[in-house]
């Protein structure tokens, strides 16, 4: 699915070719057809898209599943009157099982909390390329937190981590805060490690207290205490100097191996007492590929560093102004290498050297100006 990244309509050859595995694995075939929709729509703002994920969150278990768990629960409260009634119950109850993951018109049946799980994720991960549907998709998610069943609510946590890593905005950072003593252990585990992506790399001073004050209050709780150290860790993540953003040129591009590493994390989590929280904690090194150095370091044709002054400032939206607007505000001079918090950006404040790149992140080399004149 990550391969999709955002290839919109040319993915439905992969989602036609997902129908092998009608036989093998019906109940999932659904979920992997969404997967791949939602990855192929990542970080393009789909409005319509984003509809159509909060259309599956909003349906409820359909009768049949009420219906089938009747069923069941008529089962078990009948008692066997002796053992060879069993025997004789056994082929019919095989071939109940064979029936079970289809419904009255011969379809595969879709695991509903899974299915919602993803379509919740989703909109985080289709939505976080912008800033307005980024605003949206906040408000979207404080009604399911507040309305959503507990696979809905579980997966929102893992959206806000998606659309905002190493980006932790206040708003979100109360709301996972609120839910990390949630009743419901996933949720509350999600949440705190939504958290750690959320200032992964950031030493952020609030996040970092409130994860302090975290382990103090699970100190008797070893998984939700592992998560808190997990994101303690992410939080201090390379003292600062790193960063798991996987947008760079100035948030124009999306880095596809490093949003995949992220989402394998994201995705592992919707099943997290069976991967995180037991044999596959592993799976958290799927992070490394995001991992990538937020300062701006400067070198000349030779590769040799070479310092210069640089202002680092707010970046301004200078989209469609006349003449040469001023592209930073509430700037401070620096002498490379420097850090870039996410919104800010540099400018060279010499004219003395020429940038080959024209977004100042990251590596860049240097030219001498043939016109300065000292």
Same mark, same amino acid.
């Given at each position: 699915a990550e391969y999709m990244g955002g290839l919109q309509e040319q993915s439905e050859a992969s989602i036609t070719a997902l129908g092998s595995m009608r036989e093998n694995a019906p109940r999932f075939l659904k979920v992997a057809e969404l997967m791949v929709e939602v990855c192929a729509y990542a970080c393009t703002g789909n409005v319509l898209q984003i509809q159509k994920l909060l259309h599956i969150c909003s349906e409820s278990a359909t009768e049949e599943e009420k219906e089938s768990q009747g069923e069941k629960a008529?089962?078990?409260?009948?008692?066997?009157?002796? @053992?060879?009634?069993?025997? &004789?119950?056994?082929?019919?109850?095989?071939?109940k099982s064979k029936e079970k993951d289809k419904d009255k018109d011969g379809n595969a049946k879709v695991d509903v909390g899974l299915y919602q799980s993803v379509a919740a994720m989703g909109i985080g991960i289709i939505a976080c390329g912008e800033d307005v549907g980024s605003e949206m998709a906040l408000r979207t998610y404080g009604h399911l937190l507040r =309305?959503?069943?507990n696979h809905i609510r579980k997966a929102v946590a893992l959206g806000f981590a998606m659309m905002s890593p190493s980006n932790p905005q206040l708003s979100i950072l109360d709301t996972l805060s609120k839910f990390s003593?949630? $009743?419901?252990?996933?949720?509350?585990?999600?949440? !705190? %490690?939504?958290? /750690?992506?959320? #200032?992964? /790399?950031?030493?952020?001073?609030?996040?970092?207290?409130?994860?302090?004050? %975290?382990?103090?209050? =699970?100190?008797?709780?070893?998984?939700n205490l592992f998560m808190? *150290?997990? $994101?303690?860790?992410?939080?201090?993540? #390379?003292? &600062?100097?790193?960063?798991?953003?996987?947008?760079? $040129?100035? *948030?124009?591009?999306?880095?596809?191996?490093?949003? &995949? #590493?992220?989402?394998?994390?994201?995705?592992?989590?919707?099943?997290?007492?069976?991967?995180?929280?037991?044999?596959?904690?592993?799976? %958290? =090194?799927?992070?490394a590929p995001a991992i990538q150095p937020r300062m701006l370091t400067t070198v000349d044709e030779n590769l040799d560093a070479l310092p210069v002054t640089v202002r680092v400032g707010q970046a301004v939206d200078v989209v469609g102004q006349a003449g040469k607007p001023k592209t930073i505000t509430g700037f401070q001079t620096h002498t490379t290498p420097v850090l870039l918090a996410i919104g800010e950006r540099a400018e060279l404040a010499t004219d003395? =050297? !020429? +940038?080959?790149? +024209?977004?100042?992140? @990251?590596?860049? !080399?240097l030219e001498k100006n043939p016109h300065y004149e000292s």
């Open positions: 008529g089962e078990t409260g009948k008692g066997e009157s002796s @053992g060879s009634q069993e025997d &004789g119950n056994k082929t019919g109850k095989d071939a =309305y959503g069943e003593h949630d $009743s419901d252990a996933e949720v509350s585990a999600n949440s !705190i %490690l939504a958290m /750690g992506i959320l #200032g992964s /790399g950031t030493n952020n001073a609030r996040l970092a207290a409130i994860l302090r004050q %975290l382990a103090q209050y =699970y100190a008797k709780d070893p998984n808190t *150290r997990i $994101s303690q860790g992410l939080t201090h993540m #390379g003292k &600062g100097t790193v960063t798991i953003n996987p947008f760079h $040129s100035e *948030r124009i591009l999306c880095s596809n191996t490093a949003f &995949g #590493g992220l989402l394998a994390v994201m995705t592992s989590c919707l099943f997290v007492k069976e991967t995180i929280l037991s044999h596959a904690h592993y799976l %958290l =090194y799927s992070l003395e =050297y !020429i +940038p080959v790149s +024209p977004y100042l992140e @990251g590596f860049v !080399i």
